[in-house]
């Protein structure tokens, strides 16, 4: 395994990131628990949850995923060899069950004391907000829509002076964003650097992937400049980059059979451009997964790359990507693909 630090931190965590979202729906407890033992054993120590998992969000798995987690510690310990991260959900209508106040210091201070309990831990290594409180592009919306009535005074300033809090209380140690634009971002910066008690943004957790880069256009300098870590999510596009979505099949009990509405990935031009891939793969004596994983693993703005499987064959598959090199000949392969379809999932 290789390892890295999570930005201004002396934090090593895995150059990838174990990923939870299926535990509490297409997977069961043990066998989370059995994804953790595995991957614990090939150097993974970073695992990524969040309240809302398991998706699709619904009231009666509210948060089961942390509960799988938190009785996997109960059970063997560990907490100290583990980075733990963990989101708040944002506002919105599919979240309604959980809160719809927003990221208000007492919804924060909630979800925090609620994750906690969960997790049956101390302590969150990083702590997320899940997506932004305003009405921006993310989750598949390509352009930002400016819509004057729906104005909104910022309240950056308040979410990090209750996450500051929640440090001294060692409830937290560091702040994350996620699905997070370059103005969001650069606020979230800017109040930290503004009022130095702020905690400073350490990280955001945005989709990256061969099928959507469009990380690249403006956040990648953020990230570069600003020692802003990437936690890379969806490298896989929701297990279309595996190939198997190929040739209009729908394998039984794969997430896009059980979830029709994630489909941002296969449509006609993604499923293109996966072909290309899929063919560059294969010319090269490398699974498509593989090269779609190294590919992200290898990007100099990406602190970790968060996967996600449902069975152990997949894990071990997807975690040895971090073996795999790629030849300039396949970088150059990569480019020209991207070049001729670029960002079609977006």
């Known amino acids: 395994?290789?390892?890295?630090?999570?930005?201004?931190t002396e934090i090593e965590v895995s150059k990838i990131c174990l990923?939870?979202?299926?535990?509490?729906?297409?997977?069961?407890?043990?066998?989370?628990?059995e994804q953790i033992n595995f991957a614990?054993?090939?150097?993974?120590?970073?695992?990524?949850?969040?309240?809302?998992?398991?998706?699709?969000?619904?009231?009666?798995?509210?948060?089961?995923t942390e509960k799988v987690i938190g009785n996997w510690f109960k059970k063997n310990g560990n907490r100290e060899n583990i980075v733990l991260a963990s989101k708040i959900a944002g506002k919105a209508e599919m979240t309604k069950f959980i809160r719809s106040t927003g990221f208000t210091r007492e919804s924060i201070i909630d979800a925090v004391e609620g994750s906690l309990a969960r997790l049956q831990t101390d302590y969150i290594d990083l702590y997320q907000l899940h997506w932004p409180d305003r009405s921006t592009n993310y989750f598949g919306q390509r352009g930002y829509k400016h819509d004057i009535s729906d104005y909104w005074e910022d309240n950056i300033h308040q979410v990090l002076e209750t996450m500051r809090d929640l440090i001294r209380e060692g409830k937290i140690k560091h702040v994350g964003i996620s699905n997070e634009t370059p103005w969001g971002t650069m606020r979230f910066l800017e109040e930290s650097k503004v009022h130095?008690?702020?905690p400073r943004t350490i990280t955001v957790q945005n989709p990256y992937s061969l099928l959507n880069r469009l990380f690249e256009v403006g956040m990648s300098e953020i990230a570069m400049r600003e020692q802003v870590g990437l936690l890379a999510y969806s490298p896989m596009g929701?297990?279309?980059?595996?190939?198997?979505?190929?040739?209009?099949?729908?394998?039984e009990g794969s997430r896009l059979s059980l979830f029709p509405q994630y489909n941002r990935y296969i449509g006609d031009t993604a499923v293109e451009a996966t072909k290309r891939y899929y063919e560059l793969a294969q010319a090269n004596d490398m699974t498509l997964a593989q090269m779609a994983l190294a590919f992200v693993n290898t990007r100099p703005f990406v602190t970790s790359t968060i996967i996600g499987a449902t069975n152990l064959r997949q894990l071990e598959e997807n975690i040895g990507s971090i073996d795999v090199e790629l030849s300039s000949d396949v970088l150059k392969g990569i480019e020209a693909i991207h070049n001729s379809i670029p960002n079609p999932a977006p």
Request: charged share 25%; proline share 6%; glycine share 12%.
């Open 196 to 198: 130095g008690t702020l």
């Open 19 to 33: 990923g939870t979202m299926t535990w509490g729906n297409q997977n069961t407890e043990e066998e989370g628990h």
């Open 40 to 64: 614990l054993d090939k150097g993974i120590n970073f695992l990524d949850t969040a309240e809302l998992y398991p998706v699709p969000a619904h009231k009666d798995r509210y948060a089961d």
């Open 238 to 251: 929701f297990g279309a980059l595996s190939g198997k979505y190929l040739g209009d099949r729908m394998p």
């Open 1 to 8: 395994m290789i390892y890295t630090k999570l930005p201004h």
